[in-house]
């Protein structure tokens, strides 16, 4: 209780526990306790004990706890073992008001320094963060870039390996849209993208990713989904594209804005890189092309084709 209202004379709060197991069912029921000072010998749990449960908490509370051992006068032994468990600092009894003093001040710049350590470690985190979302996200679009989409597929081809998962990918493309750039400007052609880019992730699952496959070509990614399925999909965007409505003088069938898109499928078994799933799609976004755009081909149906036209050349 003489410590406890030195303490509070020297403009500091204070709470007393009566042993160290008190003393520590308090710790840990109060955040932000900045200095601890102890007694050595206690009832329960003594003071090397506390100073080493209190030291194993470091890490998953915010700020740094000062730990002053109090020890009796010429008792350097104890002092020093104190210090190699994890103390800060020792009181030698009886109490001296200006070592006390002295001692607090000394725990306020360290804890006060370790707080700032502490905020500028959380900014720094959320600055790296941000810097490596950044790093895999389109600037225009907001979509995912190259970097992330590789990422992203890597990750999805092990899932097909290991949970035997299949995944689809949509390659689309913005149809005549050098003439749009031509005629409008390229600052109305990036906001053609971006609005497409909307109506991309509007129209997709929660589950399924977006990015931007460079210049005019986005690409969606579509989690566990066949090819019927992915070719809806793609169809409700090539759709909701169309039904923007925007005026696409150099195109003039039908005179809007649409989009064209290719579909290819991941299924288990097969030994299919994801270069050569992307090479399919854009194969299937070719064809789409090659038979008038504003479309939805399925990579399936181009090798239906060629295996036709095969047929009946021989």
Not at 24 to 39: F, H, L, Q
Not at 209 to 230: F, I, N
Request: hydrophobic share 35%; net charge negative; aromatic share 6%.
């Amino acid at each position: 209780m003489i410590l406890r209202r030195a303490i509070e004379k020297l403009g500091h709060e204070c709470q007393a526990a009566e042993d160290g197991m008190e003393a520590w069912k308090m710790y840990r029921e109060t955040p932000g306790v900045d200095v601890i000072i102890s007694d050595w010998m206690m009832p329960r749990m003594d003071g090397l004990e506390l100073c080493n449960k209190v030291r194993s908490l470091m890490g998953s509370r915010e700020g740094y706890t000062f730990f002053i051992f109090l020890t009796a006068l010429g008792d350097k032994e104890h002092a020093f073992e104190g210090l190699r468990a994890g103390a800060d600092d020792y009181l030698s009894k009886p109490l001296d008001r200006d070592e006390l003093r002295a001692r607090l001040i000394a725990a306020t710049r360290v804890t006060s320094l370790q707080r700032q350590l502490t905020q500028q470690k959380e900014e720094l985190e959320r600055l790296n963060r941000e810097l490596f979302r950044q790093a895999r996200t389109d600037p225009l679009t907001r979509l995912g870039n190259r970097l992330r989409l590789r990422e992203d597929l890597e990750t999805l081809r092990a899932r097909v390996n290991r949970y035997g998962h299949t995944y689809s990918v949509v390659l689309c493309d913005i149809d005549s849209f050098k003439l749009y750039n031509d005629r409008y400007g390229h600052l109305a052609g990036d906001e053609i993208l971006q609005r497409v880019a909307n109506a991309l992730m509007e129209t997709l699952r929660a589950g399924d990713s977006s990015y931007r496959y460079g210049g005019e070509e986005l690409l969606a990614v579509l989690a566990e989904q066949t090819s019927k399925s992915a070719s809806v999909a793609a169809e409700k965007l090539r759709a909701a594209v169309e039904e923007m409505s925007i005026p696409h003088e150099g195109h003039p069938m039908p005179g809007v804005v649409t989009v064209s898109a290719g579909v290819a499928t991941l299924i288990p078994g097969e030994d299919k890189s994801t270069d050569t799933l992307i090479k399919e799609a854009d194969e299937a976004l070719y064809r789409a092309k090659e038979l008038g755009k504003n479309r939805v081909v399925c990579h399936e149906e181009t090798v239906g084709n060629r295996d036709s036209k095969s047929s009946s050349a021989s």
